[in-house]
């Protein structure tokens, strides 16, 4: 055995539930500074030359190079000069967007870092599970990864699954401690009943731990494991276009070579034919794809992030905006997770119900189902109706000196929960049971007039949107219990009904889904009455106000075909159990439609793996539930769901602009960098005019396109169907025919030139010129509209202020081999790049109506 880091036995405590106080908050302040975070050591961040070696091992940096080393060749080193402050550009704004990437994930990583459930100077707290402390008292919960090594001082139940550190998939039992302290912790295995380990999942019941070893001095920490959070490997679709851009440049080097060969040979001139054929190898390569989409991603999750959404797996955000269907579960989503009880009813008397005000007040006959509804519940309880349940006993003492012997879960069959107590000076046990009205009907074998009416008490509280639950009283001789609860004799003691408020911004949220062409189907254990009750308070139904509604017994009875199409009509399953959730999924996909899953609770899980987009709830939600979902929702806010969704759509969009874009650009660039060669003119685009380009092509796409705002109908269109397009709904076409407009434009101005001068500097001057005024139109004609992004005027204004200082500065205007055209040339060229400008409009006009003809021939969704 091993020594622990430290050894304190917890302080008892009569006023927390759990009788323990913990650390305080200046103890576990000097603790973290004698032994530093609760952190294992992490990959340290790539270092500058890394970076810099991987950027010039791409082929547009290459063949930049291939060009400065023929200008130092040819003894041209002015040329050359200039084209190594371009090479140094070029690097320096790859390595700044990197940088800037980098920065986002980090930012993101903090965010999702484990968190751990401590108690602190007698209080439960929620705090980053860096900040544990050996001596702190963790509180370990079903669903929860354990965030530290140590010794149980408390279990119930307890199983935890130490699969990463052995190997073995078993469950294994865990035991409080009898040992008094200093205790310390033992390798897993046989010997380690009592100790937990960091990573290790808990699987069933709950307990408290003393934290014995943290960070590096953890088990997982000396094997050197390391668990990850944010998964920031490339997506499909990064690492489908970078495969795309290896073979265009493979296509691109051929097609270079090929021009080289016929330049030279029928011209005689190799070093101009060298020049053009790396020229326009750099115009046709699409290098900004890879780029393009690293930053977009990783911007897009930090944006994310500050919308409350943190981002666990990329391609969710390639498939966010195409949702179709939002499974969302009711209880602290829609509503506002402060339940309170609000009505108490008594067997034989259900028709004279008491209402519980805001005070809590309630007559002594009503005790025994208060005490009763405390004795099903969790002494320290962590469930929103149990935490009600427990402040209406209005802090009286009921049975501290009771005992737990068992208790028998809720199970699919069976919606209730019993909990078997030893009392002192009782010769038999008591069961306590709560749970589905009906369930407790079932159980306390109520004859029909009773369960009638039981039930139509039930039906008016649910229509009131009321939670209703039964409750009931069991004994049994002390001895060995059985197996099945069933077994056992009860009476039915009464009804206790639980109000939870919709949230505020949820209706105005569930209207935007509407509009936006998302169907919302709610899945909660309640009533159906109340569940529908809830629906309607929320916004959710059909847009002729019908209210589609299954229950989870009708699910179960199911064949797959039968609830593939009923789901088209649901909106609302009523109790229902998270092993439905899967099933659902399946129904909704195999009909096509594009899932969204929320879920919190370990079985939960598999259906937020299969899910299109799985959402877990970061405040309330298990750790097993965020790990297996792509999003976590830190608020737990459906209107921070619909704000993602939103985000969603925006980043796709000004993706699809940016990679349009690229296209677009190169068409014009690779046109008149091809153009004299097929003409048996003197070349017009030189790498230095190509580089040039490129320092303005970059961030234009990455930046400027990144910060574009959404467009004003973004939540009004329909959610995008069939497969993921780099160029959205339109497709490649609208994009094209802008390119080679611009093209058309820049060859208007080129030939015209050639009959206006004999001089090549001047023709040059006017074709570049004319290039670069079309380029800023065409990112113009791509705004959303309005003033707001001020990354993109900020790239149009550079680009144009240093297109007039090398026209206007002589060195400059030599080393880009430009002569200053005469002013009515020049005002003839601006002309033409400003009539560029709505004709670009124009073309981007009729491609959004051809999208919208198309949108509006495919099927619709179903509203919410």
């Given at each position: 055995?091993?020594?622990?880091?430290?050894?304190?036995?917890?302080?008892?405590?009569?006023?927390?539930?759990?009788?323990?106080?913990?650390?305080?908050?200046?103890?576990?302040?000097?603790?973290?500074?004698?032994?530093?975070?609760?952190?294992?050591?992490?990959?340290?961040?790539?270092?500058?030359?890394?970076?810099?070696?991987?950027?010039?091992?791409?082929?547009?940096?290459?063949?930049?190079?291939?060009?400065?080393?023929?200008?130092?060749?040819?003894?041209?080193?002015?040329?050359?000069?200039?084209?190594?402050?371009?090479?140094?550009?070029?690097?320096?704004?790859?390595?700044?967007q990197e940088r800037r990437t980098e920065r986002a994930l980090d930012a993101l990583k903090d965010l999702a870092s484990p968190r751990a459930l401590v108690i602190r100077d007698g209080l439960r707290l929620r705090i980053d599970a860096h900040e544990l402390v050996p001596g702190d008292l963790m509180v370990l919960l079903e669903g929860d990864r354990v965030p530290a090594?140590?010794?149980?001082?408390?279990?119930?139940?307890?199983?935890?699954?130490?699969?990463?550190?052995?190997?073995?998939?078993?469950?294994?039992?865990?035991?409080?401690?009898?040992?008094?302290?200093?205790?310390?912790?033992?390798?897993?295995?046989?010997?380690?009943?009592?100790?937990?380990?960091?990573?290790?999942?808990?699987?069933?019941?709950?307990?408290?731990a003393q934290v014995l070893a943290t960070g590096s001095h953890s088990e997982i920490g000396r094997i050197g494991g390391v668990l990850s959070l944010i998964e920031t490997g490339r997506t499909p679709l990064q690492?489908?276009?970078?495969?795309?851009?290896?073979?265009?440049?493979?296509?691109?080097?051929?097609?270079?070579?090929?021009?080289?060969?016929?330049?030279?040979?029928?011209?005689?001139?190799?070093?101009?034919?060298?020049?053009?054929?790396?020229?326009?190898?750099?115009?046709?390569?699409?290098?900004?794809?890879?780029?393009?989409?690293?930053?977009?991603?990783?911007?897009?999750?930090?944006?994310?992030?500050?919308?409350?959404?943190?981002?666990?797996?990329?391609?969710?955000?390639?498939?966010?905006?195409?949702?179709?269907?939002?499974?969302?579960?009711?209880?602290?989503?829609?509503?506002?997770?402060?339940?309170?009880?609000?009505?108490?009813?008594?067997a034989g008397e259900l028709d004279q119900d008491w209402s519980v005000d805001e005070s809590g007040e309630w007559p002594p006959q009503f005790g025994e189902l208060v005490e009763l509804a405390v004795l099903a519940s969790r002494r320290d309880p962590f469930d929103p109706?149990?935490?009600?349940?427990?402040?209406?006993?209005?802090?009286?003492?009921?049975?501290?000196?009771?005992?737990?012997?068992?208790?028998?879960?809720?199970?699919?069959?069976?919606?209730?929960?019993?909990?078997?107590?030893?009392?002192?000076?009782?010769?038999?046990?008591?069961i306590a049971t709560k749970g589905a009205p009906e369930a407790i009907a079932s159980l306390c074998h109520l004859p029909d007039p009773q369960r009638q009416a039981l039930l139509a008490q039930v039906q008016r509280m649910a229509e009131q949107g009321l939670r209703v639950l039964g409750v009931a009283r069991g004994q049994t001789p002390v001895g060995p219990l059985a197996e099945s609860v069933h077994d056992f004799d009860f009476e039915f003691i009464g009804l206790i009904a639980l109000a939870d408020p919709v949230r505020a911004e949820v209706p105005q949220a569930?209207?935007?889904?509407?509009?936006?062409?998302?169907?919302?189907?709610?899945?909660?254990?309640?009533?159906?009455?109340?569940?529908?009750?809830?629906?309607?308070?929320?916004?959710?139904?059909?847009?002729?106000?019908?209210?589609?509604?299954?229950?989870?017994?009708?699910?179960?009875?199911?064949d797959e075909a039968t609830l593939r199409e009923k789901m088209q009509a649901t909106h609302v399953i009523a109790r229902a159990t998270p092993q439905l959730k899967l099933r659902i999924v399946r129904a909704l996909q195999a009909h096509g439609e594009v899932v969204a899953m929320t879920g919190d609770g370990v079985n939960d899980a598999p259906a937020l793996r299969a899910a299109d987009i799985g959402i877990a709830m970061g405040g309330r939600g298990t750790d097993v539930a965020r790990e297996a979902a792509d999003l976590v929702v830190t608020d737990d806010r459906f209107s921070s769901i619909v704000e993602a969704i939103r985000l969603g759509r925006r980043i796709y969009a000004n993706l699809t602009k940016a990679c349009g874009y690229i296209v677009a650009v190169h068409i014009p660039i690779a046109g008149l960098a091809m153009w004299p060669v097929l003409m048996g003119g003197p070349l017009m685009l030189l790498p230095i005019?190509?580089?040039?380009?490129?320092?303005?092509?970059?961030?234009?796409?990455?930046?400027?396109?990144?910060?574009?705002?959404?467009?004003?109908?973004?939540?009004q269109e329909p959610p995008r169907r069939g497969p993921t397009s780099l160029f959205g709904a339109s497709g490649i076409w609208p994009w094209v025919w802008q390119g080679l407009l611009l093209l058309l434009g820049v060859l208007l101005v080129h030939e015209w030139a050639r009959r206006q001068s004999d001089e090549v500097e001047v023709?040059?001057?006017?074709?570049?010129?004319?290039?670069?005024?079309?380029?800023?139109?065409?990112?113009?004609?791509?705004?959303?509209?309005?003033?707001?992004?001020?990354?993109?005027?900020?790239?149009?204004?550079?680009?144009?202020?240093?297109?007039?200082?090398?026209?206007?500065?002589?060195?400059?205007?030599?080393?880009?081999?430009?002569?200053?055209?005469?002013?009515?040339?020049?005002?003839?060229?601006?002309?033409?790049?400003?009539?560029?400008?709505?004709?670009?409009?124009?073309?981007?006009?009729?491609?959004?109506?051809?999208?919208?003809?198309?949108?509006?021939?495919?099927?619709?969704?179903?509203?919410?």
């Open positions: 055995m091993r020594p622990g880091a430290l050894a304190m036995s917890a302080v008892p405590d009569p006023v927390n539930p759990g009788h323990m106080v913990g650390l305080s908050a200046e103890q576990a302040l000097a603790l973290r500074q004698t032994h530093g975070p609760n952190a294992l050591a992490t990959q340290k961040t790539r270092p500058l030359w890394r970076s810099a070696l991987e950027v010039a091992r791409e082929p547009m940096f290459l063949l930049l190079m291939a060009c400065l080393v023929l200008y130092f060749l040819i003894g041209d080193w002015q040329e050359g000069l200039a084209l190594s402050v371009s090479v140094m550009a070029v690097m320096g704004i790859t390595l700044v090594d140590g010794v149980l001082v408390q279990a119930n139940n307890l199983q935890t699954d130490e699969s990463l550190l052995t190997g073995e998939s078993l469950p294994v039992d865990k035991q409080a401690t009898t040992l008094p302290a200093p205790w310390s912790m033992a390798p897993p295995g046989d010997a380690s009943a009592c100790c937990v380990f960091s990573g290790a999942l808990v699987v069933q019941g709950q307990g408290f690492k489908a276009t970078r495969h795309m851009v290896r073979r265009v440049a493979a296509g691109v080097l051929v097609l270079g070579v090929a021009v080289l060969l016929v330049m030279g040979l029928t011209r005689g001139d190799w070093v101009q034919a060298m020049l053009a054929a790396i020229a326009w190898s750099m115009a046709l390569l699409p290098e900004e794809f890879p780029v393009v989409l690293t930053i977009f991603l990783a911007l897009g999750a930090w944006r994310m992030s500050r919308r409350h959404v943190l981002t666990r797996r990329m391609p969710a955000l390639e498939t966010l905006g195409a949702a179709t269907v939002l499974c969302v579960d009711k209880t602290g989503t829609l509503t506002e997770n402060r339940m309170r009880v609000t009505r108490l009813a008594l109706m149990e935490i009600a349940i427990h402040a209406v006993k209005q802090g009286r003492a009921l049975h501290d000196d009771w005992t737990l012997a068992r208790e028998y879960p809720l199970t699919p069959g069976l919606l209730a929960v019993s909990r078997v107590w030893r009392a002192p000076g009782i010769d038999h046990l008591v569930m209207a935007q889904c509407r509009q936006a062409g998302i169907r919302i189907i709610m899945i909660t254990g309640d009533y159906p009455a109340t569940a529908s009750s809830i629906a309607r308070q929320a916004g959710i139904g059909a847009a002729d106000g019908t209210l589609g509604c299954l229950t989870g017994a009708e699910v179960a009875q199911m005019h190509v580089a040039f380009l490129e320092l303005m092509i970059d961030p234009a796409c990455s930046i400027a396109f990144e910060a574009e705002p959404e467009e004003a109908r973004a939540m023709v040059r001057a006017l074709s570049f010129s004319t290039l670069v005024l079309g380029n800023m139109a065409l990112i113009l004609s791509r705004r959303a509209g309005g003033l707001a992004n001020h990354a993109m005027w900020a790239v149009v204004t550079g680009t144009g202020l240093v297109l007039g200082l090398i026209l206007a500065w002589p060195l400059l205007r030599d080393l880009f081999s430009l002569a200053l055209p005469e002013v009515q040339a020049a005002a003839a060229c601006a002309l033409v790049g400003a009539l560029l400008w709505p004709a670009l409009m124009l073309v981007r006009h009729l491609g959004s109506r051809e999208r919208s003809v198309d949108s509006r021939q495919s099927p619709r969704p179903a509203g919410p």
